[in-house]
Structures are given as structure tokens and as C-alpha cells.
């Protein structure tokens, strides 16, 4: 029966404060009871951690792990060790300043078909102001990509909208290196070894405001801020599909990215994999493509 699903939402905290009562709230009053709150803080100097051990005492589904180094390790290992800790059949993300429609878990589980297939669920989302105020919803057109040649160049799997099972969990630890972005690492290897599951509903609000540690701008946008973009695809992504080729050596996919983003193959060269690979660009990549290789 799905009623014995066991979940574990996985919560990462830090400086998160001025929304966590909310977002923890929304949690703890799913409507899919069989579900456990793993809390990890990552050294907050704010009263982030008052707030989790006044639910942690009040609730005995809310797990809190020890920070026993005190120190900041960054989201991405903050991640990986609530992964490590995590004991469920499927397992969901949860940013610290969001809010979950009661019944989003529920929405999962009733998508969750097979727990021998490594899989991801994800879904749309709200995007809202720091008030809840709905602005636009996050994707769109998810639902018409499938497979890894059309996750290459695109960035569409939002962390905090994911479920992946047990199955998924086993394959994803330990991280390898390179790992800049967990939902990007979750995404691709889900393609590479399994299936992703889209829902093309919205099941919670992503709230943006001016402490977001990551927003609802594409991938793309978020790191051109911090890198000067003169490729068609993005350097920190490169150097982590790279160090993925290594982990899964006998993906074609794979080889095909690392000689498109080569330095030494010509642009025809290149155009002609993407198409014989049905590998999708969006216009701007392909410009980039053309103009810069």
C-alpha cells in the first residue's frame, strides 16, 4: 500500500530564520503523514537553530543532526550528509524559506511507480514574492524533454520540487567531485540510470527575496553573474559533466558532450553531432555556438 511509504524530507538550514517557521510548518501539516524531518543547520549565527529545536521538541518527527564541527560546509555537503543520514524508501528536498501545498507529498507518491527503478519525481512550482504573493510558475514545456539528450544544455530540474527513491539514493552516493549544484547532479544521473518523472502541476511556493542563497533565475543567469560566459555552455557544468563521464564511462551521451565542448572540434563538426545525437540547444547556445564555438 503507498500508506507505508516511508519519506524523509531533507532540510538544510542556515541564517534561514525569517521564513523557517513557515516552511517547517507546511512540512509537518502534509496531508501524507508517514514522513520524517531531517534537519541539518550549517552553522547559522541567527536563531535558525532556536526554531528547529522548538519544533524538534514538540514534534518526534523532526530529526535534528548534529553540526558537531560547528562550521560551514556549504549546501551541496549539507546535502550529501542528510543524504547519508536518510533511511526512507523516497526521500524529498526542501529549501528552508518556501511553503508546501498540504498535499504535495501525497501528489508525489501517487506518480511513484516502481520502487526498483532508480527515479526522480519533480514537479512545477509557484514563484512568489517574500509575502507569498504568486508571480509567475516556474517552467514551462518541461513535460515535452525526455532523456539526456535534452538535459545536456538545459536546466530544468528545481531542487526543492524533487523526490528521488531509495534506489536513485545508492547510485548518487558518495558525491563525486565537481558537484556545484546537488539538483543538477540529482537530474542528470536519474537520465543516465533510470527515469525522471515530471508533474506538470504546481505543488508549493518558491518564495524569492533578498536572502535567497539560490533563486528562480535559470541556471544559466545565476552563474553568468559569477563567470564571464564566452561559450555555448557553461565552464562549472562542463568540468562537472567531465568528472560524471568518469563515473559512468560507458555513457555515449556523455563522450558526445565532451567533444562538443571541445576546444579542438570545429563548429560544422559539432552541428553535425547535435543533430545525428538529437542533442537540443536553446537559440542563444546555438548563437554562442556559431559565433564564439
Given at each position: 500500500m503507498k500508506e507505508d511509504i516511508s519519506v524523509n524530507v531533507l532540510l538544510p538550514t542556515y541564517n534561514g530564520d525569517l521564513f523557517l517557521k513557515d516552511q517547517i510548518e507546511s512540512i509537518l501539516n502534509q496531508t501524507?503523514?508517514?514522513i520524517k524531518l531531517l534537519i541539518r543547520d550549517d552553522g547559522s549565527s541567527d536563531k535558525t537553530l532556536e526554531i528547529v529545536k522548538y519544533f524538534?521538541?514538540?514534534?518526534?518527527?523532526v530529526v535534528v543532526l548534529e553540526n558537531k564541527e560547528?562550521?560551514?560546509?556549504?549546501?551541496?555537503?549539507?546535502?550529501?550528509?542528510?543524504?547519508?543520514?536518510?533511511d526512507a524508501d523516497v526521500i524529498f528536498f526542501s529549501d528552508q524559506d518556501d511553503y508546501w501545498l498540504e498535499n504535495k507529498i501525497q501528489i508525489f507518491i501517487d506518480n511513484y511507480t516502481n520502487s526498483e527503478i532508480p527515479t526522480l519525481i519533480h514537479s512545477n512550482c509557484y514563484v512568489t514574492d517574500d509575502k507569498l504573493n504568486i508571480q509567475y510558475q516556474f517552467l514551462n514545456e518541461v513535460s515535452n524533454k525526455k532523456g539526456l539528450e535534452d538535459s545536456l544544455f538545459h536546466y530544468f530540474?528545481?531542487?526543492a520540487s524533487v523526490m528521488i527513491n531509495n534506489k536513485?539514493?545508492?547510485i548518487l552516493l558518495p558525491f563525486p567531485d565537481n558537484v556545484y549544484i546537488h539538483d543538477r547532479y540529482f537530474h542528470i544521473v536519474s537520465e543516465i540510470v533510470g527515469q525522471r518523472i515530471y508533474i506538470d502541476s504546481s505543488t508549493m511556493y518558491y518564495?524569492?527575496?533578498?536572502?535567497?542563497?539560490i533563486?528562480?533565475?535559470?541556471?544559466?543567469?545565476?552563474?553568468?553573474?559569477?563567470f564571464k560566459i564566452k561559450k555555448f555552455?557553461?565552464?562549472?557544468?562542463?568540468?562537472?559533466?567531465?568528472?560524471?563521464s568518469k563515473k559512468f564511462p560507458n555513457n555515449e551521451l556523455l563522450k558526445i558532450y565532451n567533444i562538443l565542448t571541445s576546444d579542438t572540434v570545429s563548429r560544422i563538426e559539432k552541428i553535425k553531432l547535435l543533430k545525428k545525437y538529437k542533442i537540443s540547444l536553446r537559440l542563444k547556445e546555438m548563437l554562442l555556438l556559431l559565433i564564439k564555438n
Open positions: 501524507y503523514k508517514n524538534q521538541s514538540r514534534d518526534p518527527r560547528g562550521n560551514n560546509n556549504g549546501l551541496v555537503k549539507s546535502i550529501e550528509k542528510l543524504l547519508n543520514f536518510s530540474v528545481q531542487g536513485l539514493k545508492e518564495r524569492q527575496h533578498g536572502g535567497n542563497l533563486g528562480s533565475q535559470s541556471i544559466f543567469k545565476k552563474i553568468k553573474k559569477n555552455y557553461l565552464y562549472k557544468d562542463k568540468v562537472f559533466l567531465q568528472t560524471l
